[in-house]
Antibody, heavy 120, light 107 residues
Framework: EVQLVESGGGSVQPGGSLRLSCAAS????????MNWVRQSPGKGLEWLTN????????YYVDSVKGRFTISRDNAKNSLYLQMNSLRVEDTAVYYC?????????????WGQGTLVTVSS | EVVMTQSPATLSVSPGERATLSCRAS??????LAWYQQKPGQGPRLLIY???TRATDIPARFSGSGSGTEFTLTISSLQSEDFAVYYC?????????FGQGTKVEIK
């Protein structure tokens, strides 16, 4: 059974940092592109970033470029999101998401999410 | 970026009835459109991809149609487990974008 379990969320002040982790199991992690998607009441679901199987390619949406960094450790079946210079508008539930192995950038498995709250 | 607009925001339906959900793209996305179902406290679940192909283990009562900028998700006979929020997502133009969701509630 595919499982994606996020951790590392919490409360932080504006300008602060957090590192999210995602533990993957039930599939060969190193074979898949992985993503982070967030969900907030104001903006709904927002795709943020993805990383290629070997970590050689990474893409970011403009709203987080330069502040967030995606990475992975295939030996540990883990995905990470380093979030710096956090803003109030980054408050959201953050999901670890697997891209399908088929052609096309849609997402076949999602974690339960971890809540990040940015507030003074 | 491609803006995805879903309607209605809320759909009240009785069990056993048909539900029709709409998704409109601000520019053509071809057939690269997916639908997801989300229940409270859970991450979204893939229902449909490529506009009309059901994902693994998705019941046949879920069907998708459309192309270009207009898409529809139909649930032919609503079961109790189908009351949830549904999102569309385009994956034709980067960055990938989602609609704001349609909540299907019990009438």
């Amino acid at each position: 059974e595919v499982q994606l379990v996020e951790s590392g969320g919490g409360s932080v002040q504006p300008g602060g940092s957090l590192r999210l982790s995602c533990a993957a199991s039930g599939f060969t992690f190193s074979n898949y592109w992985m993503n982070w998607v967030r969900q907030s009441p104001g903006k709904g679901l927002e795709w943020l970033t993805n990383i290629k199987q070997d970590g050689s390619d990474k893409y970011y949406v403009d709203s987080v470029k330069g502040r967030f960094t995606i990475s992975r450790d295939n030996a540990k079946n883990s995905l990470y999101l380093q979030m710096n210079s956090l803003r109030v508008e980054d408050t959201a539930v953050y999901y670890c998401v697997r891209k399908t192995s088929m052609v096309g950038d849609f997402f076949d498995y999602w974690g339960q999410g971890t809540l990040v709250t940015v507030s003074s | 970026e491609v803006v995805m607009t879903q309607s209605p925001a809320t759909l009240s339906v009785s069990p056993g009835e048909r539900a029709t959900l709409s998704c409109r793209a601000s520019q053509s996305v071809g057939s690269k459109l997916a639908w997801y179902q989300q229940k409270p406290g859970q991450g979204p679940r893939l229902l449909i991809y490529g506009t009309s192909t059901r994902a693994t283990d998705i019941p046949a009562r879920f069907s998708g149609s459309g192309s270009g900028t207009e898409f529809t998700l139909t649930i032919s006979s609503l079961q109790s487990e189908d009351f949830a929020v549904y999102y569309c997502q385009q994956y034709n133009n980067w960055p990938w974008t989602f609609g704001q969701g349609t909540k299907v509630e019990i009438k």
